[in-house]
């Protein structure tokens, strides 16, 4: 059986009504809430419905050769060491872009320079991505920035001893082996949920401890996070200490994104409405699209518009070339393909398939996923056999050139529900969205013809030579609606600043 991401997500949501899943209490936490986003793409998989992303995994060798930087950054950049006290935490995104010459969270940089000029002491944990960190020593030292790994390390030391020795009551095991038998009866798989649940478990009980312990020390007024879903433990401490946590939006947020979507039925607990408790009490959104983009667990006045600085800055050197695009015949004619790990296997056929059958005038550029950057030879047979047969297609499989810069001299974007869909259209790229899973993300786009839905390369081609013909029709939109102009105003509005 096939099954579509709007089906999983409602199969999922009805679970959580039947049994009250997000409110109950297991080993003195709410373990649906943590593995909630996890078990989506488990599943996800499972059926089939996504592939795994295609990003490099690391060998044994990787890992044990990593555990030294673990140690020595557990040592040397403990956030636990210390006593200072400071007015703001900000943990931001694991993974890094070279910009302003330094490798930074593109989500959360900008924060340094408000905080700064607000005359506020903070401090930035930061999480490794694939085990490393990239800042240079002098963006370590300038921005107050600390490694988390020695809590990470901790955390896998304290859940690999004490695996198999959580003591479930008899009433816990039954509700999970009641929940295991039915989501194998749903999606015709096989799921180890007591281990899933176990491991989040021990996960967040050591997190959940040692984030408490940094909280004392360093007494924030304030803590900002990027990626709440995978922080539930450091939400929880900061509602155990009543210090405010606000969220950083840092991708595309949808009905069906579980990390954020929580259809009323899923909130209740003995038939009336219940707070989530491991959700942020603020999000600052790119814009007031997000503001409705799915069924938070929190009030509308709590998603507050912002902006997205790193898009503001950064597209604002390639606008120029937008308003010259329409004058430009060469560059009207190119395609940019938007890649995802998830779907990149077939994405990569589809540009494959339209480049055999489009002539040469067309230039046709695949831009891979960072995590897709070192593996793509290996796992996309379409895009070598492009590159070999095909001069007029380009793999981009680094930072250089920019995506904006992409954006902006293209005339075509061509994807499935990555945030770069939503910067492709504020640059004026005429959209079309594959048919996927995941295709949901996209419904209301779609729905307002935004962006037009395509099966196939057959049908991607007679929408572009239907649109040169002036027969296809996209429809207006306002982008500031998706990523509004940065807006420092919104701090006043926080209690802290």
Not at 11 to 17: A, C, F, R
Request: aromatic share 14%.
């Amino acid at each position: 059986m096939t099954f579509t991401v709007k089906e999983i997500c409602q199969k999922i949501w009805n679970l959580e009504e039947k049994y009250e899943l997000n409110h109950k209490m297991i080993q003195d936490c709410y373990p649906w809430q943590l593995i909630r986003m996890y078990l989506y793409y488990e599943i996800t998989i499972e059926t089939n419905v996504f592939e795994s992303a295609q990003q490099s995994s690391l060998s044994l060798f990787d890992k044990l050769k990593s555990f030294m930087p673990f140690a020595k950054n557990s040592v040397l950049s403990n956030p636990l060491s210390g006593n200072e006290n400071l007015d703001v935490l900000i943990f931001d995104h694991p993974r890094k872009v070279i910009f302003q010459d330094e490798y930074q969270d593109i989500y959360s940089y900008f924060l340094k320079d408000v905080l700064n000029e607000m005359g506020k002491s903070f401090e930035t944990i930061e999480s490794p991505y694939l085990n490393n960190h990239f800042r240079s020593d002098r963006n370590i030292k300038e921005n107050n920035v600390k490694f988390n790994d020695r809590i990470l390390l901790g955390s896998f030391i304290h859940k690999t001893r004490n695996r198999g020795k959580v003591p479930f009551t008899k009433e816990e095991r039954e509700l999970i082996d009641s929940v295991k038998n039915e989501l194998e009866t749903i999606f015709k798989i096989e799921i180890d949920l007591f281990r899933i649940i176990e491991d989040y478990i021990l996960n967040f009980q050591y997190d959940y401890k040692k984030y408490i312990e940094l909280l004392q020390k360093r007494n924030p007024k304030l803590v900002f996070l990027v990626v709440a879903y995978e922080n539930k433990a450091l939400i929880a401490a900061c509602k155990k200490m009543n210090i405010e946590i606000i969220e950083l939006q840092h991708g595309t947020i949808s009905p069906y994104h579980l990390g954020y979507s929580y259809p009323e039925n899923t909130m209740k607990f003995n038939g009336e409405i219940k707070e989530i408790e491991y959700f942020p009490d603020k999000t600052l959104s790119f814009g007031d699209y997000w503001k409705t983009a799915c069924n938070y667990p929190i009030d509308s006045e709590n998603i507050i518009s912002m902006g997205f600085p790193y898009f503001e800055e950064n597209s604002r050197t390639y606008m120029k070339i937008v308003e010259e695009k329409s004058n430009q015949e060469s560059e009207n004619n190119q395609i940019l393909f938007i890649s995802q790990g998830v779907i990149g296997k077939y994405l990569s056929k589809l540009a494959y398939e339209l480049a055999s059958k489009v002539n040469e005038n067309y230039q046709i550029i695949y831009k891979l996923h960072p995590g897709e950057y070192g593996t793509w030879r290996e796992n996309y047979e379409y895009l070598n056999k492009a590159v070999e047969e095909f001069d007029n297609f380009k793999v981009i499989d680094g930072s250089q050139p920019p995506l904006y810069e992409l954006f902006a001299k293209s005339h075509y974007q061509v994807g499935a529900f990555s945030t770069a869909i939503y910067e492709g259209l504020a640059f004026d790229c005429k959209t079309f969205i594959i048919d996927v899973p995941g295709v949901e993300y996209l419904d209301d786009l779609i729905e307002k013809d935004i962006v037009k839905k395509v099966k196939d390369s057959e049908e991607l081609i007679n929408y572009i030579i239907k649109d040169e013909t002036g027969e296809v029709e996209f429809k207006e939109y306002d982008k500031d609606y998706f990523f509004k102009n940065f807006d420092k105003t919104v701090f006043k509005k926080i209690d802290l600043l």
